[in-house]
């Protein structure tokens, strides 16, 4: 029903900046929140930002703490796109990225993109 396209990411050097976008097609008028996940080999995939989407007054974001003030999710609800631009890079940013969306029914994300590799090398 939701379908999620990600891109953006490589190998880049510590310190340096990516930015990943997730094309997003389907029922788009469904979804109320769109987030950015990250799983690091050998770990759990975990939770890395979040954007509400339909949302026209407000928009409300959430960060997990070791990417606040680096990271920063927007949305733009006409090219139908949810970015993730990501600053000042560390090693420990290295996982693949997946973007995913929850919809108000869902008590979880319940659609998830592909995935994309970020590489940041020390």
């Known amino acids: 029903q939701v379908q999620l396209v990600e891109s953006g990411g490589g190998l880049v050097q510590a310190g340096d900046s990516l930015r990943l976008s997730c094309a997003v097609s389907g029922r788009t008028f469904s979804i109320f929140k769109m987030g950015w996940f990250r799983q690091a080999p050998g770990k759990e995939r975990a939770f890395v930002a979040s954007?509400?989407?339909?949302?026209?007054?407000?928009?409300?974001?959430s960060y997990t703490d070791s990417v606040k003030g680096r990271f920063t999710i927007s949305r733009d609800n006409v090219q139908n796109t949810v970015s993730l631009q990501m600053n000042s890079l560390k090693p420990e940013d290295t996982a693949v990225y997946y973007c995913a969306a929850r919809r108000a029914t869902d008590y979880e994300y319940a659609f998830w993109g592909q995935g994309t590799q970020v590489t940041v090398s020390s």
């Open positions: 954007i509400t989407w339909n949302t026209i007054n407000t928009i409300s974001t």
